[in-house]
């Protein structure tokens, strides 16, 4: 167990819908990263947020935005969701930018 | 933009032997991490072991060891004495110093199989 904790665990919707993803970081982890992993394929950077604001932005699509709340919690949201947009999302909290990341189990997002 | 290659999509080990997993990156900048995570069917991402470039030493953790070749932007995984709970999917990862950009970078991962 990381100490990272990701909600849903599962979520099945329709094409067209909005979802979000929610994230906790291991407690003192003031740094939140999220990655896409579609199957069987490598790791996604999406966004990364230090201390509430966004520090890093990957391949991350417009109708895809996060936020870092200031209790460090941090929300995915997913808009307008295509059939492609099925995946296992990760969360990753590490302590200071630098860090290495330690990752939460993922939700796993499945678009009908 | 920093690249990360595994070349082999798949490799097959003997319990209790060693298997080597390779990984290349290719980079402009000097200074920057390496890290191997491990991926087992449950899909939890494991960090199994991390490299600072500034760092000739290469790391080492129990089983687990980096042949780090700097000049060659070589970063391969040994693992001795496999045992049947290291079959998972690995993944090499770079990360750069400067955290403003694109800053974690995955390979495609290597699908690691042991035999008993």
């Known amino acids: 167990d990381s100490g990272v904790t990701q909600t849903p665990k599962h979520l099945i919707t329709a094409t067209g819908q909005r979802v979000t993803l929610r994230c906790s970081p291991r407690s003192g982890d003031l740094s939140v990263y999220w990655y896409q992993q579609s199957l069987d394929q490598g790791l996604q950077f999406l966004i990364q947020y230090y201390n509430g604001e966004e520090r890093a932005k990957g391949n991350i699509l417009e109708r895809f935005s996060a936020q870092q709340f200031p209790d460090l919690h941090s929300e995915l949201n997913l808009s307008s969701l295509e059939l492609g947009d099925s995946a296992l999302y990760f969360c990753a909290s590490s302590e200071r930018v630098l860090a290495e990341q330690f990752f939460g189990p993922g939700t796993r997002l499945t678009v009908l | 933009a920093q690249t990360v290659t595994q070349s082999q999509p798949e490799m097959s080990v003997q319990e209790a032997e060693t298997v080597t997993l390779s990984c290349t990156y290719d980079t402009s900048e000097s200074d920057y991490y390496l890290f191997w995570y491990k991926q087992p069917p449950s899909r939890q991402m494991i960090l199994v072991i991390r490299?600072?470039?500034?760092?000739?030493q290469n790391a080492t953790e129990n089983r687990f060891s980096v042949n780090f070749q700097k000049a060659a932007k070589s970063f391969s995984l040994k693992i001795s004495d496999s045992q049947l709970g290291d079959a998972a999917m690995y993944f090499c990862a770079y990360r750069s110093r400067d955290n403003y950009g694109q800053n974690f970078v995955f390979g495609p991962g290597t699908r690691l199989s042991v035999l008993p």
């Open positions: 490299q600072e470039a500034y760092k000739q």
